[in-house]
C-alpha cells in the first residue's frame, strides 16, 4: 500500500495511529492528580511535537542521509515564519497561500544557499551554512526591519489591507474557516483531553512529512544519499555526480524548514528573528542526534522528547520536589532537593546538555538505538539466550591517532 | 587503433618531471599491464587517465573521446571502471546495495531524481545486481554490510561493482597490493576467470610480476616517468633494459 | 586619516580577542585534530575567574565605624573587605581595584587543569571519530559549561572594572599630531590590545624556541612520523590543550572590563571566532592571529557611518561574508597549508 512494502506500510499506520491519538495518549494522569503536571496533552505543546518533528525529519534527510552537518537550518525555519505572516498581512488569515509560498521560498534560498554552501564539505561547509544563517539573523534584525518589523517582530495589525479576508472571515489563522485555536474538549471522568484543530492540522503535515521521508529513505535516491555519506571517492567513479544529489537532499530539508517555521506562524501569528539565530540551528541538531541521526523515526523522537523537556521538566521546581521526596525524614529530603535542583526547572538546559553528550559518547544511534538494544536484550531474555551484552558496541577508548 | 590511446604526456610537479613523454596504446579485448619500479610513475599515468590529473601536454584519447578536463564520474560515465589499490566501497551499506548503485549510475546517468520510487520496486536492476553477485559467488553475502567482510570479498565486491557496469575499459591499479598470498591468487584467478568470459579491456598496474605474467596481453614497462619498451609478456622477461630498470632500481 | 586610525585602533581590542581564541582552536585543531566548540566556553569560563576573582577579593566583614553615624544617629556599620583588613586600606584597596588582572592567578591553574581534564576525560576518545562527532560532543560540553556558570552566577552580565589607574582614555591623536580628542582610545583597550601581542608573542617563541614545542610543531606538520619516532606525543598533546584552554581562559580574563561577562558570551565569540580560524586557514597559527586582528579591524571598519550608509547592514555580516568568500575562493584560507582538511 502507498508504494510501501508491507512492513514500511505497517509501521507508517503505526506512526499515523500514534499522531491522532497523541491528545489522548499524552494524557495519561486525570486532572488534579499529583502527576498531571507530566501530562503534555495540550495544544499548543503538540503543536510543537508536530512542527519540530516536521523540522527535525528535514534535517535528518540532509544530516542522516548524506551526513552533510549544517548549523544554519533555522534560517528556513525564520524565512517560512516570515512568509506566512507576510501572507496574511496581504492577503488575509487563510493558512494556505502562505505555507504554500513558504514551502516554495525557502527551497529558493536554500537552492541558493546549498549551491554555495556544498562547494565545500566537512566542517568548512558547516561553517558556511552557519556563516549564511548568521547573516540573515542579522540582517533581519538590522538592514531588513522593513519586512521582519525587527525586535518586535512581524505581526498582523488592523490597518493591513488582507485583501482575500471576506467581512466575516475568521481574525485568526485559519484553513477555510477551520480556526486553528479552536478546540473541543472533552471530559471523561477526570480525564480531560482537549482535540485542537492546530495540532490535527499540524498532525496531517506531520503524516504527510513523515510520509515523504520515508518514501524517499527507501528510494534509489535516499540510497545514493547514503553512498555519499560513506564514499564521496567511489561515488564519483561509479560515474554518479554527487553535488546535485546532496544540493536536492539540501532544498528538500530547507523544505521541510520552511514548512516548519510556516506552521509555527500559522498556529500563532507571529514571527520574530530569534527563530533564525544559530542556537534554533543548533536545537535542530539536537533533537536529529538525540533521537538517532539516519533513522527513521528518531528525529521525530528527538524533537517530542526536548520540547518535552523545554516544557514540562523546566516546570519542575523546588517545591515539587519537596512534594515528592516529603516521604523522607528531614535532613535527607532537603539533601536530594539540593542534589536535583541544579537538573530542573530553569536548569533544564544543563540537563539537556549532559544527555546530548551522553547519547553522542555511548549511543551515536541515539534514542532509536537504544530502544532497539533493550528490545533485543529483552527478547533475548525471554528466548533464553545467551545473556551477554552486546560485544562490538562503540566507543571503546579510541587508540590515539599518534600511535 | 586502441581505445585508448595516450600521446605525448608529461607532467611535471615543480621540479620533478613525474611523466615524460608517455605514448600507450591499449587494444580492444586485451589485457595491457603498466609495471615499472618505485616512483616510475605509473599512479600519475593512471590519475591522468581517470581525471584526478590532468597533464601539462599531450592527450588521451578514449573510445575516440578526449578525457581530458573531465571530471571522473564523467569519465566513468564514457565506459571506464576503477579498481583502487585499497578497495574502495560502500561500507555502511550492505553488499547488494553497493552493486545496486553502479546499475542506477549505468541506467540512469550521473544524476536522477528519483525520490519517490522505491529501490525493490526496479525489479530488473536489483536482478542484475544479484546476477552479478552471484557471478562472483557473493550472494549468500547479499545482505552483509560491506564494511564487515574481508579483505579478499572487498576486493571481489568491488571488482563486482565495477563489472556490473559493463564497462569499456576496466583499470586496475595494483589489484593485489598489500595481500597475503592466498588472497593474491584468489584474485588472480578471479581475473583470469573475468578474461575468460567476457570481452573485456583491462588496465593494470602492478608490482608483483608474477600477477602481470600470468594474465597480461601486453606489457608497458615504465621508467622515470617514461615507456622503456613495450612487448609481449615472452619477450618482456628476458629483456636487458627491464633487467636494468629494476636492478637498477634494488640499490 | 584620522577616522581610519580611529577605526584600526577600534577594531584592535575585538581583533585581539579573535585571534587569542582562534590561536586556541588552532592549536588544538593542528595538533590533536579536534573541532572543539567548547572553546568559547573556556573564553567564557576565564572571564568569570576575573569574576570569582573579584568576589572573592572583595569578602567583607561588617565593622562599625565610630567616626560616622546612620541618619538614626546610630553608629555606621561599613563593609571591609577582608583584604583591607589584612593588608590595610592602601594596599588592601589596590588589590581589590587590581582585581582583574590579579583573576590571572587564579586563571592559570583553573584553565590548565579544565584543559587536562577535558583532554584526558572526553576528547581523548573522540581522536578517532568523525569530525561531526567531535563537533556534536564539544558542542554538549558547551552547553554543560555555559549551564553551570550560569547556574552559580545568574544570567545577567556582571560588569567588573578595569583598574581605575586604566579608567580613563589616552589621547592618541595628539601624539600623532592630530587637534586633541579626535582620536581618543581607553586605556584598558590599549592594555588588552599589549596583552594579546605579550600572549602571543610567548606562545609563538614557545613554540619555537623549545624542544617541546619543536616536538610540537613537528606534529602538528606530520603527526603520524612524529608518532613513529617514538616521542611521547600524547603527553605533549594533552599539555598543549591545557596551554591551549589557558590562552582562551585569559583572553577572557582581561576582557571583562571591554564586556561584562555573561554565560553565554563564549557561543558569540566561538562562531566568529570559527569564521576567524577558517579565515586564516585551519591549522596555520600566524594565519589565525593575522585573521583575527584583520577581520576586528574590518568589522570596526563596516561600521563605520560612511560605509554603513554606502552599503546597508553591511557591519552586521561583513566577517561572515568575508568568510564566504575567502572559503569559496581559498579554500585554504588566508595561510593554511595544502591538504588540512581539504576536499
Given at each position: 500500500?502507498?508504494?510501501?512494502?508491507?512492513?514500511?506500510?505497517?509501521?507508517?499506520?503505526?506512526?499515523?495511529?500514534?499522531?491522532?491519538?497523541?491528545?489522548?495518549?499524552?494524557?495519561?494522569?486525570?486532572?488534579?492528580?499529583?502527576?498531571?503536571?507530566?501530562?503534555?496533552?495540550?495544544?499548543?505543546?503538540?503543536?510543537?511535537?508536530a512542527?519540530?518533528?516536521?523540522?527535525?525529519?528535514?534535517?535528518?534527510?540532509?544530516?542522516?542521509?548524506?551526513?552533510?552537518?549544517?548549523?544554519?537550518?533555522a534560517?528556513?525555519?525564520?524565512?517560512?515564519?516570515?512568509?506566512v505572516?507576510?501572507?496574511?498581512?496581504?492577503?488575509?488569515?487563510?493558512?494556505?497561500?502562505?505555507?504554500?509560498?513558504?514551502?516554495?521560498?525557502?527551497?529558493?534560498?536554500?537552492?541558493?544557499?546549498?549551491?554555495?554552501?556544498?562547494?565545500r564539505?566537512?566542517?568548512?561547509?558547516?561553517?558556511?551554512?552557519?556563516?549564511?544563517?548568521?547573516?540573515?539573523?542579522?540582517?533581519?534584525?538590522?538592514?531588513?526591519?522593513?519586512?521582519?518589523?525587527?525586535?518586535t517582530?512581524?505581526?498582523?495589525?488592523?490597518?493591513?489591507?488582507?485583501?482575500?479576508?471576506?467581512?466575516?472571515?475568521?481574525?485568526?489563522?485559519?484553513?477555510f474557516?477551520?480556526?486553528?485555536?479552536?478546540?473541543?474538549?472533552?471530559?471523561?471522568?477526570?480525564?480531560?483531553?482537549?482535540?485542537?484543530?492546530?495540532?490535527?492540522?499540524?498532525?496531517?503535515?506531520?503524516?504527510?512529512?513523515?510520509?515523504?521521508?520515508l518514501?524517499?529513505?527507501?528510494?534509489?535516491?535516499?540510497?545514493?544519499?547514503?553512498?555519499?555519506?560513506?564514499?564521496?571517492?567511489?561515488?564519483?567513479?561509479?560515474?554518479l555526480?554527487?553535488?546535485?544529489?546532496?544540493?536536492?537532499?539540501?532544498?528538500?530539508?530547507?523544505?521541510y524548514?520552511?514548512?516548519?517555521?510556516?506552521?509555527?506562524?500559522?498556529?500563532?501569528?507571529?514571527?520574530?528573528?530569534?527563530?533564525?539565530?544559530?542556537?534554533?540551528?543548533?536545537?535542530?541538531?539536537?533533537?536529529t542526534?538525540?533521537?538517532?541521526?539516519?533513522?527513521?523515526?528518531?528525529?521525530?523522537?528527538g524533537?517530542?522528547?526536548i520540547?518535552?523537556?523545554?516544557?514540562?521538566?523546566?516546570?519542575?521546581?523546588?517545591?515539587?520536589?519537596h512534594?515528592?521526596?516529603?516521604?523522607?525524614?528531614?535532613?535527607?529530603?532537603?539533601?536530594?532537593?539540593?542534589?536535583?535542583?541544579?537538573?530542573?526547572?530553569?536548569?533544564?538546559?544543563?540537563?539537556?546538555?549532559?544527555?546530548?553528550m551522553?547519547?553522542?559518547?555511548?549511543?551515536?544511534?541515539?534514542?532509536?538505538?537504544?530502544?532497539?538494544?533493550?528490545?533485543?536484550?529483552?527478547?533475548?531474555?525471554?528466548?533464553?539466550?545467551?545473556?551477554?551484552?552486546?560485544?562490538?558496541?562503540?566507543?571503546?577508548?579510541?587508540?590515539?591517532?599518534?600511535? | 587503433?586502441?581505445?585508448?590511446?595516450?600521446?605525448?604526456?608529461?607532467?611535471?610537479?615543480?621540479g620533478?618531471?613525474?611523466?615524460?613523454?608517455?605514448?600507450?596504446?591499449?587494444?580492444?579485448?586485451?589485457?595491457?599491464?603498466?609495471?615499472?619500479?618505485?616512483?616510475?610513475?605509473?599512479?600519475?599515468?593512471?590519475?591522468?587517465?581517470?581525471g584526478?590529473?590532468?597533464?601539462?601536454?599531450?592527450?588521451?584519447?578514449?573510445?575516440?573521446?578526449?578525457?581530458?578536463?573531465?571530471?571522473?564520474?564523467?569519465?566513468?560515465?564514457l565506459?571506464?571502471s576503477?579498481?583502487?589499490?585499497?578497495?574502495?566501497i560502500?561500507?555502511?551499506?550492505?553488499?547488494?546495495?553497493?552493486?545496486?548503485?553502479?546499475?542506477?549510475?549505468?541506467?540512469?546517468?550521473?544524476?536522477?531524481?528519483?525520490?519517490?520510487?522505491?529501490?525493490?520496486?526496479?525489479?530488473?536492476?536489483?536482478?542484475?545486481?544479484?546476477?552479478?553477485?552471484?557471478?562472483?559467488?557473493?550472494?549468500?553475502?547479499?545482505?552483509?554490510?560491506?564494511?564487515?567482510?574481508?579483505?579478499?570479498d572487498?576486493?571481489?565486491?568491488?571488482?563486482?561493482?565495477?563489472?556490473?557496469?559493463?564497462?569499456?575499459?576496466?583499470?586496475?591499479?595494483?589489484?593485489?597490493?598489500?595481500?597475503?598470498?592466498?588472497?593474491?591468487?584468489?584474485?588472480?584467478?578471479?581475473?583470469?576467470?573475468?578474461?575468460?568470459?567476457?570481452?573485456?579491456?583491462?588496465?593494470?598496474?602492478?608490482?608483483?610480476?608474477?600477477v602481470?605474467?600470468?594474465?597480461?596481453?601486453?606489457?608497458?614497462?615504465?621508467?622515470?616517468?617514461?615507456?622503456?619498451?613495450?612487448?609481449?609478456?615472452?619477450?618482456?622477461?628476458?629483456?636487458?633494459?627491464?633487467?636494468?630498470?629494476?636492478?637498477?632500481?634494488?640499490? | 586619516?584620522d577616522?581610519?586610525?580611529?577605526?584600526?585602533?577600534?577594531?584592535?581590542?575585538?581583533?585581539?580577542?579573535?585571534?587569542?581564541?582562534?590561536?586556541?582552536?588552532?592549536?588544538?585543531?593542528?595538533?590533536?585534530?579536534?573541532?572543539?566548540?567548547?572553546?568559547?566556553?573556556?573564553?567564557?569560563?576565564?572571564?568569570?575567574?576575573?569574576?570569582?576573582?573579584?568576589?572573592?577579593?572583595?569578602?567583607?566583614?561588617?565593622?562599625?565605624?565610630?567616626?560616622?553615624?546612620?541618619?538614626?544617629?546610630?553608629?555606621?556599620?561599613?563593609?571591609?573587605?577582608?583584604?583591607?583588613?589584612?593588608?590595610?586600606?592602601?594596599?588592601?584597596?589596590?588589590?581589590?581595584?587590581?582585581?582583574?588582572?590579579?583573576?590571572?592567578?587564579?586563571?592559570?591553574?583553573?584553565?590548565?587543569g579544565?584543559?587536562?581534564?577535558?583532554?584526558?576525560?572526553?576528547?581523548?576518545?573522540?581522536?578517532?571519530?568523525?569530525?561531526?562527532d567531535?563537533?556534536?560532543?564539544?558542542?554538549?560540553?558547551?552547553?554543560?559549561?555555559?549551564?553551570?556558570?550560569?547556574?552559580?552566577?545568574?544570567?545577567?552580565?556582571?560588569?567588573?572594572?578595569?583598574?581605575?589607574?586604566?579608567?580613563?582614555?589616552?589621547?592618541?591623536?595628539?601624539?600623532?599630531?592630530?587637534?586633541?580628542?579626535?582620536?581618543?582610545?581607553?586605556?584598558?583597550?590599549?592594555?588588552?590590545?599589549?596583552?594579546?601581542?605579550?600572549?602571543?608573542?610567548?606562545?609563538?617563541?614557545?613554540?619555537?624556541?623549545?624542544?617541546?614545542?619543536?616536538?610540537?610543531?613537528?606534529?602538528m606538520?606530520?603527526?603520524?612520523?612524529?608518532?613513529?619516532?617514538?616521542?611521547?606525543?600524547?603527553?605533549?598533546?594533552?599539555?598543549?590543550?591545557?596551554?591551549?584552554?589557558?590562552?582562551?581562559?585569559?583572553?577572557?580574563?582581561?576582557?571583562?572590563?571591554?564586556l561584562?561577562?555573561?554565560?553565554?558570551?563564549?557561543?558569540?565569540?566561538?562562531?566568529?571566532?570559527f569564521?576567524?580560524?577558517?579565515?586564516g586557514?585551519?591549522?596555520?597559527?600566524?594565519?589565525?592571529?593575522?585573521?583575527?586582528?584583520?577581520?576586528?579591524?574590518?568589522?570596526?571598519?563596516?561600521?563605520?557611518?560612511?560605509?554603513?550608509s554606502?552599503?546597508?547592514?553591511?557591519?552586521?555580516?561583513?566577517?561572515?561574508?568575508?568568510?564566504?568568500?575567502?572559503?569559496?575562493?581559498?579554500?585554504?584560507?588566508?595561510?593554511?597549508?595544502?591538504?588540512?582538511?581539504?576536499?
Amino acid at each position: 500500500m502507498f508504494g510501501l512494502s508491507a512492513r514500511d506500510t505497517r509501521f507508517l499506520l503505526i506512526v499515523i495511529a500514534l499522531t491522532l491519538l497523541t491528545p489522548i495518549l499524552l494524557q495519561p494522569f486525570p486532572e488534579g492528580s499529583s502527576l498531571a503536571q507530566f501530562n503534555a496533552g495540550y495544544p499548543d505543546l503538540m503543536q510543537k511535537f508536530a512542527i519540530f518533528g516536521i523540522f527535525a525529519i528535514g534535517f535528518n534527510i540532509l544530516f542522516g542521509l548524506t551526513g552533510y552537518l549544517s548549523f544554519g537550518h533555522a534560517a528556513f525555519l525564520g524565512v517560512g515564519s516570515y512568509t506566512v505572516v507576510w501572507m496574511y498581512k496581504l492577503l488575509g488569515y487563510n493558512v494556505l497561500p502562505g505555507l504554500l509560498l513558504s514551502v516554495v521560498i525557502s527551497a529558493a534560498f536554500a537552492l541558493l544557499i546549498g549551491f554555495i554552501s556544498l562547494r565545500r564539505s566537512g566542517i568548512y561547509f558547516s561553517i558556511l551554512t552557519l556563516a549564511f544563517a548568521q547573516m540573515s539573523y542579522n540582517l533581519a534584525y538590522s538592514v531588513l526591519t522593513p519586512i521582519t518589523n525587527g525586535e518586535t517582530g512581524l505581526q498582523v495589525y488592523a490597518s493591513d489591507p488582507q485583501i482575500l479576508a471576506g467581512s466575516g472571515a475568521p481574525t485568526s489563522p485559519h484553513l477555510f474557516g477551520l480556526v486553528m485555536r479552536n478546540s473541543a474538549q472533552v471530559d471523561l471522568g477526570g480525564w480531560v483531553f482537549t482535540f485542537n484543530v492546530g495540532y490535527y492540522f499540524c498532525a496531517v503535515m506531520a503524516i504527510l512529512a513523515f510520509y515523504i521521508s520515508l518514501r524517499i529513505f527507501r528510494s534509489p535516491f535516499g540510497m545514493m544519499l547514503r553512498a555519499i555519506k560513506t564514499n564521496q571517492t567511489r561515488m564519483n567513479y561509479t560515474g554518479l555526480n554527487s553535488r546535485p544529489y546532496t544540493l536536492a537532499a539540501f532544498v528538500i530539508s530547507g523544505m521541510y524548514a520552511g514548512l516548519a517555521g510556516g506552521l509555527l506562524a500559522a498556529m500563532d501569528p507571529l514571527a520574530g528573528a530569534e527563530r533564525m539565530q544559530w542556537t534554533a540551528s543548533g536545537e535542530v541538531v539536537l533533537m536529529t542526534i538525540l533521537g538517532g541521526a539516519g533513522t527513521l523515526m528518531g528525529p521525530v523522537l528527538g524533537a517530542g522528547f526536548i520540547k518535552y523537556f523545554e516544557n514540562i521538566f523546566s516546570k519542575i521546581n523546588d517545591g515539587i520536589l519537596h512534594g515528592w521526596f516529603a516521604f523522607l525524614p528531614d535532613g535527607l529530603e532537603d539533601f536530594i532537593v539540593a542534589c536535583f535542583h541544579p537538573f530542573v526547572g530553569k536548569g533544564w538546559h544543563l540537563t539537556l546538555g549532559i544527555l546530548f553528550m551522553l547519547v553522542v559518547i555511548f549511543l551515536p544511534g541515539g534514542l532509536v538505538e537504544g530502544m532497539q538494544r533493550i528490545w533485543r536484550l529483552v527478547r533475548r531474555r525471554k528466548s533464553g539466550g545467551p545473556k551477554r551484552k552486546d560485544p562490538e558496541h562503540r566507543p571503546t577508548a579510541a587508540p590515539h591517532m599518534a600511535e | 587503433m586502441g581505445i585508448l590511446e595516450v600521446k605525448g604526456v608529461n607532467k611535471r610537479f615543480g621540479g620533478l618531471q613525474a611523466l615524460g613523454d608517455v605514448n600507450l596504446s591499449v587494444a580492444e579485448n586485451t589485457v595491457h599491464a603498466i609495471i615499472g619500479p618505485n616512483g616510475a610513475g605509473k599512479s600519475t599515468l593512471l590519475n591522468c587517465l581517470v581525471g584526478k590529473l590532468i597533464p601539462d601536454t599531450g592527450s588521451v584519447m578514449f573510445d575516440g573521446q578526449s578525457v581530458l578536463g573531465r571530471k571522473p564520474h564523467e569519465i566513468n560515465q564514457l565506459g571506464i571502471s576503477r579498481v583502487f589499490q585499497t578497495p574502495e566501497i560502500f561500507g555502511d551499506l550492505t553488499v547488494l546495495e553497493n552493486v545496486l548503485i553502479p546499475c542506477f549510475a549505468k541506467r540512469d546517468g550521473a544524476f536522477r531524481m528519483h525520490a519517490f520510487e522505491t529501490v525493490a520496486h526496479e525489479r530488473d536492476i536489483v536482478a542484475r545486481a544479484e546476477q552479478m553477485l552471484d557471478d562472483v559467488n557473493m550472494l549468500d553475502k547479499a545482505g552483509m554490510q560491506a564494511s564487515s567482510l574481508s579483505r579478499g570479498d572487498k576486493r571481489r565486491l568491488e571488482m563486482a561493482m565495477c563489472l556490473v557496469q559493463e564497462p569499456k575499459l576496466l583499470l586496475l591499479d595494483e589489484p593485489t597490493a598489500g595481500m597475503a598470498r592466498a588472497d593474491t591468487n584468489n584474485t588472480i584467478d578471479l581475473l583470469k576467470d573475468i578474461k575468460a568470459t567476457r570481452n573485456i579491456t583491462m588496465a593494470i598496474i602492478e608490482h608483483d610480476m608474477h600477477v602481470v605474467f600470468s594474465l597480461a596481453d601486453r606489457i608497458t614497462v615504465l621508467a622515470q616517468g617514461t615507456p622503456l619498451v613495450e612487448d609481449v609478456p615472452e619477450k618482456i622477461k628476458g629483456h636487458p633494459k627491464v633487467q636494468e630498470a629494476y636492478l637498477g632500481q634494488a640499490h | 586619516m584620522d577616522a581610519i586610525i580611529l577605526q584600526i585602533l577600534n577594531g584592535l581590542d575585538k581583533g585581539s580577542a579573535y585571534a587569542l581564541i582562534a590561536l586556541g582552536l588552532t592549536l588544538i585543531f593542528g595538533t590533536l585534530g579536534v573541532v572543539n566548540f567548547a572553546h568559547g566556553a573556556l573564553f567564557m569560563i576565564g572571564a568569570f575567574c576575573a569574576v570569582t576573582m573579584q568576589r572573592l577579593l572583595s569578602l567583607s566583614y561588617e565593622e562599625i565605624d565610630p567616626t560616622r553615624t546612620d541618619f538614626l544617629g546610630n553608629p555606621l556599620k561599613v563593609e571591609v573587605p577582608y583584604v583591607e583588613h589584612w593588608f590595610g586600606p592602601d594596599l588592601g584597596g589596590a588589590i581589590v581595584d587590581w582585581s582583574v588582572p590579579l583573576g590571572i592567578l587564579l586563571a592559570i591553574p583553573v584553565m590548565i587543569g579544565l584543559g587536562f581534564a577535558m583532554e584526558r576525560g572526553l576528547i581523548k576518545h573522540f581522536y578517532k571519530r568523525p569530525h561531526a562527532d567531535q563537533i556534536l560532543v564539544t558542542f554538549g560540553l558547551a552547553i554543560v559549561l555555559q549551564e553551570i556558570i550560569k547556574y552559580f552566577f545568574g544570567a545577567n552580565p556582571i560588569q567588573t572594572g578595569a583598574p581605575s589607574a586604566f579608567s580613563g582614555s589616552f589621547d592618541f591623536g595628539t601624539l600623532l599630531g592630530f587637534d586633541p580628542n579626535v582620536i581618543i582610545y581607553p586605556y584598558w583597550r590599549m592594555v588588552y590590545f599589549l596583552f594579546s601581542l605579550v600572549i602571543i608573542g610567548g606562545v609563538f617563541a614557545f613554540l619555537q624556541f623549545t624542544t617541546f614545542g619543536m616536538v610540537v610543531r613537528a606534529g602538528m606538520a606530520d603527526r603520524e612520523t612524529v608518532g613513529l619516532l617514538g616521542i611521547d606525543i600524547d603527553r605533549r598533546f594533552t599539555l598543549m590543550f591545557g596551554l591551549a584552554a589557558a590562552v582562551a581562559g585569559l583572553a577572557g580574563v582581561m576582557y571583562t572590563p571591554i564586556l561584562a561577562p555573561n554565560y553565554h558570551m563564549g557561543m558569540d565569540f566561538l562562531v566568529l571566532s570559527f569564521v576567524v580560524v577558517v579565515v586564516g586557514g585551519m591549522g596555520s597559527l600566524p594565519g589565525a592571529v593575522l585573521a583575527g586582528f584583520l577581520l576586528g579591524i574590518l568589522q570596526s571598519f563596516a561600521s563605520m557611518n560612511e560605509v554603513k550608509s554606502l552599503i546597508p547592514g553591511i557591519d552586521q555580516v561583513i566577517i561572515y561574508l568575508v568568510a564566504i568568500v575567502i572559503l569559496l575562493t581559498r579554500p585554504r584560507g588566508l595561510m593554511g597549508r595544502k591538504g588540512v582538511m581539504e576536499d
